[in-house]
């Protein structure tokens, strides 16, 4: 009686364990099953052969692998209005069924939260996968023959120069950032440089200033720091804590330590959120919950991929600094959205001169 007893609890597990894994196997088809003989679309905000393009090409063997059904992954490209044309097309997709992927850029958030003309989309109704470019530092430094080799020597100068490409590019902003949050005395913005033009304008003495990632100081420019060619002042940690691996620039004081008011810290989470999300890889609304789900889950292991890292360095001469899609949505939930910050911003990001800081 015990034995039968026995076998029979025995075939109770046994059922419920087989019909657990039938579930499993029967999901596992499913997922399977939705991708294969499929081809995804990326929809591109930027023109082919730039970085943003080689970033995403970098990715699509990847998601490949990691998308249960290994689809078929094309890039289509429409690029216009930084990301705008792009951003519009995907938000009134009228059928969202999970095999249109967009990539419309780094700008597209930026230009909705902060009125520009041309959106007819609602950032907060898109779904975001992550991006594979996301932590990073900017460095604040000055050149040697300015004789600005100390952070009090800056902050007590007047009409620094800074070097960027144009009013409102992204450089031009940043260093305009800088600026205001340091305090510094009737700085002048040189425009009109192109990225290998500015390397070589502040050597030539051009101009003073320039903030430039930290990475470069490893990949490209080491000279400038082991030659002492340049003065180092001042850090921008995105996210705020993050700096990235570089002995020469841990005693630098980050730029928060300069942030004393509610009005600041407003701009610089706003600014340093714009950077954070990179060049988001999103889903138009209406995206069913499971391709969702599936195509979130082949970024995250994207991300983790070793040679994913290599690749990337391999095909863009940069490390992948990934962010994952929960951490991207957040960035872009938090990133102040009041109408005072809005106008600060703008007039930080204008050809006018910087408001008050106060």
């Known amino acids: 009686m015990k034995a039968t007893k026995k076998y029979r609890l025995w075939f109770v597990v046994l059922g419920a364990w087989t019909a657990q894994l039938l579930l499993v196997l029967d999901y596992t088809y499913c997922q399977s099953s939705f991708y294969r003989g499929k081809t995804i679309r990326i929809v591109q905000g930027s023109p082919a052969g730039g970085t943003g393009d080689l970033r995403v090409k970098t990715t699509i063997p990847f998601l490949q692998k990691y998308i249960p059904g290994n689809p078929l992954i094309v890039n289509e490209y429409m690029d216009g209005a930084g990301g ?51 932590q990073t530092n900017y460095v604040l430094f000055t050149r040697k023959e300015a004789g600005l080799d100390t952070l009090e020597k800056l902050l007590a100068a007047t009409g620094v120069r800074f070097g960027a490409h144009s009013v ?19 700085p002048k913005f040189v425009t ?27 990949q490209r420019l080491k000279e400038w720091v082991e030659k002492k060619l340049m003065h180092f002042h001042v850090v921008d940690e995105i996210p705020r804590g993050y700096r990235f691996p570089y002995p020469a620039f841990d005693s630098l004081p980050g730029l ?10 407003k701009v610089v989470d706003m600014h340093r959120n714009f950077t954070l999300i990179g060049s988001p890889f999103i889903l138009p609304p209406g995206t069913p919950k499971e391709q969702i789900e599936i195509l979130s889950e082949a970024m995250r292991k994207t991300f983790r991929d070793p040679e994913f890292a290599s690749s990337f360095k391999k095909l863009t001469s940069a490390d992948p600094t990934p962010l994952f899609p929960e951490e991207q949505a957040k960035a872009i939930k938090e990133i102040p959205r009041d109408p005072e910050t809005v106008d600060v911003f703008k007039q930080i990001s204008g050809g006018g001169p910087l408001p008050p800081s106060q």
């Open 84 to 134: 705008r044309k792009a951003a519009n097309y995907l938000y009134r997709l009228p059928r969202s069924d999970g095999l249109t992927i967009g990539s419309p850029g780094s700008t597209f958030v930026p230009s909705a939260v902060l009125g520009e003309t041309g959106i007819s989309y609602d950032i907060d109704k898109f779904t975001y996968l992550g991006s594979n470019s996301g």
């Open 168 to 186: 409102g590019h992204s450089v031009y902003v940043r260093n305009r950032v800088f600026a205001w949050v340091l305090g510094l005395k009737d």
């Open 192 to 218: 009109g440089y192109s990225g290998p033009e500015l390397l070589q304008a502040i050597r030539q003495g051009e101009f003073d200033a320039q903030a430039y990632n930290s990475d470069i100081f490893v």
């Open 256 to 265: 928060d330590k300069f942030v004393n008011n509610a009005r600041k810290r």
